[in-house]
């Protein structure tokens, strides 16, 4: 089972709309929805960005771990594991300084076993840059190892950005 992961980097785009998905934050700005949706961060500084988020209706839920967005329709709770060094269990929803990080946590708990990222590239985040960034591929690169153990396969739709050098291409484009 594939599921793909929607990030709000440039490649996000690339996405063609179908298979199983789950977005992040405002990834539907590139005007495909997506099943699910993870939505971390209040937003309450870019006001425009959390009412295009609100107003969002994924078929398969809006995931948040923040009770700002508890009245959203489709809203179920995340129970979100801090992710450090060490195995992991697949059942577990993990999560580090990123959302695309707990996307692929969650699909990963939810059986899928082909991950594919679009748009999380980190080239341009507003936050995630310089000795945060390369911590942060760190811990993919990590993560990902642990999932291929158990039989989880992560890939970049497209080998660009910032994990190029620690997740293979998608074989099947």
């Known amino acids: 089972m594939t599921a793909h992961i929607i990030g709000c980097g440039e490649t996000g785009g690339f996405w063609d709309g179908q298979g199983e998905s789950i977005g992040c934050n405002d990834s539907w700005k590139f005007g495909k929805p997506t099943g699910s949706l993870?939505?971390?961060?209040?937003?309450?500084?870019?006001l425009e960005r959390q009412k295009f988020i609100a107003d969002c209706r994924p078929v398969n839920g809006f995931y948040s771990n923040l009770n700002r967005?508890?009245?959203?329709?489709?809203?179920?709770?995340?129970?979100?594991?801090?992710?450090?060094?060490?195995?992991?269990?697949?059942?577990?929803v993990y999560h580090t300084s990123t959302s695309t990080f707990i996307a692929i946590s969650l699909a990963a708990s939810q059986g899928?076993?082909?991950?594919?990222?679009?748009?999380?590239?980190?080239?341009?985040?507003?936050?995630?840059?310089?000795?945060?960034?390369?911590?942060?591929?760190?811990?993919?690169?990590?993560?990902?190892?642990?999932?291929?153990?158990?039989?989880v396969n992560v890939y970049l739709y497209q080998s660009y950005g910032a994990l190029k050098s620690v997740l293979p291409e998608w074989p099947n484009q």
Do not use: Q
Not at 38 to 46: Q, Y
Not at 69 to 74: E, K, L, R, T, V
Not at 127 to 147: F, P, S, T
């Open 38 to 46: 993870i939505v971390v961060n209040s937003f309450t500084r870019e």
């Open 69 to 92: 967005w508890a009245h959203h329709p489709d809203y179920k709770p995340l129970r979100l594991k801090r992710y450090t060094k060490g195995g992991i269990n697949i059942k577990e």
């Open 112 to 151: 899928f076993t082909d991950i594919v990222l679009y748009g999380v590239d980190f080239t341009n985040h507003r936050v995630i840059k310089n000795y945060l960034l390369a911590d942060e591929v760190e811990k993919y690169r990590r993560y990902c190892k642990e999932l291929n153990k158990l039989g």
